[in-house]
């Protein structure tokens, strides 16, 4: 089974690293790779260093998490080693950056359009700006002959970001706040035992059927060998399931009818209610194509423009991902933040594992 893209050379927009071998390997050659990357974000971040300064403060909650990680998902905290070891940034450290978690934030916006012949989904990556300068792509060929293609933030293990699998998987995801902060296994692992899922049922239990779990999220998924996308809402006891049939939009706050109750945080630097109010008004006016995603995508209202948030840093939309679900095949467009209409970058999984 193949998947790749056709060169390396032609994803020069964005730093890219293609890996494979054991958790730990995987781990460790990324951390090498991007040493300076992860070094850059661990000394300058501001949100880094505030969940350093809460760790000291309160280090019975990482403990807590790293404790169940151990006991359920050892594989990971392998490739968390891995990462500190080749970017030679000690353990604790990288393993706080994988509880995100302990110190959560809003961002990113997610269109989703579905057809009879297409499943489209696109989302704006939002975040802060050290966060995503520092960035990467990763390929990773895992033992089992799965292939997941993920965006990764510096010292993460993949699942905190939006990416695909060689089963025909999309994923992306939407923080939102969740108002009861359990201590339990972190979205970041769980996004990441998503990303190996072998079909839409798999993902959709993955990311409910553990806990105890925390960290609010929206995961938006989609299966081009079975032609569905859903949208599941996380809290860190419950969840809700959308099936989505036509045009739908998520922010960074519920919006199911299940979740009614979770107030929408008051925040002068939040803008995900007057995101979604606009994308409701742009809804029956754009068609259902890459184009109409971007429209609403790029919209002032919606795309996020660099603004500074008190101990977070620059907050902007870094990126904007298209994910092409059709065919038996999956591809992504990737856009820089500069809203033109030429793509950046563009990565295809050549052939699919058929469930």
């Known amino acids: 089974m193949n998947s790749s893209i056709p060169d390396q050379s032609n994803f020069d927009h964005f730093r890219f690293l293609r890996v494979k071998g054991s958790n730990y390997q995987i781990g460790f050659q990324t951390g090498k790779k991007f040493r300076n990357q992860i070094k850059n974000v661990v000394e300058n971040s501001l949100r880094i260093q505030n969940l350093l300064k809460f760790d000291r403060k ?40 994988n509880l995100f978690h302990l110190y959560e934030h809003e961002d990113c916006s997610t269109v989703i359009f579905k057809s009879d012949s297409e499943i489209l989904i696109a989302h704006n990556e939002d975040h802060n700006q050290i966060m995503c300068e520092n960035s990467y792509y990763l390929e990773i060929h895992l033992p089992n002959d799965v292939v997941i293609f993920t965006h990764t933030y510096p010292g993460s293990i993949p699942g905190y970001s939006h990416g695909m699998n060689s089963h025909g998987i999309v994923i992306t995801c939407n923080y939102v706040p969740d108002p009861i902060e359990d201590i339990g ?113 790029w919209d002032p209202d919606i795309f996020i423009l660099p603004h500074a948030i008190p101990k977070k840093g620059i907050h902007f939309t870094f990126n904007t991902s298209v994910f092409h679900l059709k065919n038996h095949q999956i591809f992504t467009e990737i856009y820089s933040n500069q809203r033109n209409s030429e793509i950046c970058d563009k990565y295809k999984m050549v052939e699919l594992k058929k469930g």
């Not at 807590?64 to 450290?93: K, M, V």
Request: charged residues 25%.
């Open 185 to 297: 296994i972190p979205r970041t692992i769980l996004g990441r035992w998503m990303l190996e899922s072998n079909s839409i049922e798999q993902a959709i239990e993955r990311s409910h059927g553990f806990t105890p779990r925390s960290g609010g999220v929206s995961y938006n998924i989609g299966s081009v060998n079975e032609q569905r996308v859903v949208n599941v809402e996380i809290t860190g006891r419950d969840w809700a399931l959308t099936e989505i049939e036509d045009k739908f939009f998520h922010p960074n706050h519920y919006i199911s009818p299940k979740f009614s109750q979770i107030p929408v945080p008051d925040s002068k630097y939040s803008t995900t209610k007057k995101r979604l109010k606009r994308s409701k008004e742009l809804f029956p006016i754009i068609e259902k194509s890459s184009q109409g995603a971007l429209k609403i995508l």
């Open 58 to 97: 309160h280090p019975e909650k990482a403990l807590t998490s790293e404790q169940l990680i151990q006991a359920n998902f050892p594989q990971y905290l392998e490739e968390i080693r891995g990462i500190a070891e080749g970017s030679t940034i000690d353990y604790h450290t990288i393993l706080l950056i």
